[in-house]
Every structure is written in C-alpha cells, then in structure tokens.
C-alpha cells in the first residue's frame, strides 16, 4: 500500500490492529497463558487484519485473484512444513532435540517445495531454466 502512494491506509490499519491486538492479548492471557496471547494474535491477525488489507488493497486495484496466485505455494509450502514438524514433535524427547530436528525438517520442507517456484515468486514469469537455476 505505500508503494501505491496510501501510507495513511497503512497507518489506519495499523491503529486498528494495535486496538484490536490489545484486548485480544490481555483475554488470551487471562484465557490460556503465553498460549492465549499467541491465540488472540492469531485470531485478530487472521480474522480482522487479512480481510481489511484484502478490501484496501482491491480498493487500490490490486487484482485478487493475481496476489492469490502468487502466494498460493508459499502457503502451502507453509502448511506442510508445520506438518511435517508437529508429526516429528511426537516422536523427540526433550526441547532442544524437538527444536533442532523439528525446525531443521520445517526448514527443509518448506526450502523443497517453495525452490522450484522462486523465479515467478519474484515476479519472473519468463524465466529459462538456466535462469531459474542461477546456471550460466
């Protein structure tokens, strides 16, 4: 949005994030803990903040469908890695064993099925397969 010359729509949602965030916190602390707090951040940023950006960015002309289809495989690249590591989380012992073994499949996970897009994903749609594997 400020590329597109609207910084006062970006500090507008922004205010109305901070608003928002704010209660949802101290709830989620009073809820569940560090966990409610992560809940409450989740369920603002999910359930306000993406459907206003969503309505200001079509309000600037922003194509939808295109944002859509560019960030369809960083999410799915996402979803499986969470996968991935809360499968293997059952299967450690102890924190430091989870978080290098966990993180370094999420990491891995993600890396294999977002690499093979990463030319469109910087906007290349007409890349060659030179190009695209950084060979000359």
Known sequence: LIALGRPKTILLLQAVWVAA??????????YRGIVGVGMGHMAVAAGLMIPLFLVALR??????????????RPLIAAAASLGAAALLLHFLTGPFLQLSICGTVAVGVFVLILYPG?????????VSPEQATGET
């Open 21 to 30: 965030l704010i209660p949802a916190l101290i709830a989620g602390a009073h």
């Open 59 to 72: 309000s600037t002309g922003v194509e939808l469908r295109s944002l859509m289809q560019r960030v369809l």
């Open 118 to 126: 990463r030319a469109r994903l910087l906007g290349a749609d007409d």
